[in-house]
């Protein structure tokens, strides 16, 4: 059988975000305005009124004063109408007491969905996939996730990696498996003998091997 997914852009690490316009919850919104000076987390789900979906946006929701914090946005999306979208905000609002005051997309002719990947054929061609999209203040994706329809998301992991992202970015450094805020972190390997030799000398770093090399960063 062959495969439709040529059909379907798929935006990478290191592309910058493919800009739209499009109807939301909060009234008309262009991404590049939204995304002007602010990190933005993109992600899709399935469909409004269903139990996963539910809890997922619920717990963006309940944190996105805490993404504000990190000056980050939030942005969701799904292939469901405007309608949909405000009866499923009010119903939770209703039923769970959280309040989605965040932007949901109406992408009912799945034209933002497809646009970021969204729609992945061997899962469904109808409903989005639960995708999160990661993308820095310049307007370029950092990080993708993508998960399938019957497996919700892990809040604790993306606020992990966007503090990584951040963090990596204001101090030139990598992160380590399972960094966490306050872990060391790693200091990129020498570019010159000059620089190995330097890296040797130094008793700053927690020295595994002159490649790998720790460090804590300043409070």
């Not at 739209?20 to 009124?49: C, M, Q, R």
């Not at 309940?62 to 009010?90: C, M, P, Y």
Request: hydrophobic share 40%; charged share 25%.
């Amino acid at each position: 059988m062959e495969s439709t997914q040529e059909n379907y852009a798929m935006p990478r690490i290191g592309d910058m975000a493919p800009d739209f316009e499009a109807i939301a919850t909060t009234g008309k919104l262009k991404f590049s305005d939204y995304n002007k000076g602010k990190w933005v987390i993109f992600f899709s789900h399935p469909a409004d009124f269903t139990p996963v979906c539910t809890t997922e946006l619920s717990a963006f929701a309940q944190e996105e004063e805490k993404f504000a914090g990190l000056n980050t946005r939030l942005l969701g999306l799904s292939i469901d109408s405007i309608h949909s979208h405000i009866a499923w905000v009010q119903n939770v609002k209703e039923k769970l007491g959280v309040d989605m005051k965040f932007p949901l997309i109406a992408d009912i002719d799945m034209k933002v969905s497809k646009l970021y990947g969204m729609l992945q054929p061997g899962e469904s061609e109808t409903a989005a996939v639960r995708a999160v999209f990661f993308i820095d203040p310049t307007g370029k994706i950092r990080l993708i996730m993508y998960y399938p329809l019957n497996v919700g998301r892990n809040m604790e992991e993306i606020f992990r990696v966007l503090r990584a992202l951040q963090v990596s970015d204001a101090n030139k450094v990598a992160m380590p498996l399972n960094w966490k805020p306050g872990a060391k972190v790693i200091v990129p390997p020498p570019k010159t003998l000059k620089d190995l030799e330097e890296r040797l000398a130094s008793t700053q770093y927690e020295k595994i091997d002159f490649y790998l090399c720790k460090k804590e960063l300043a409070v």
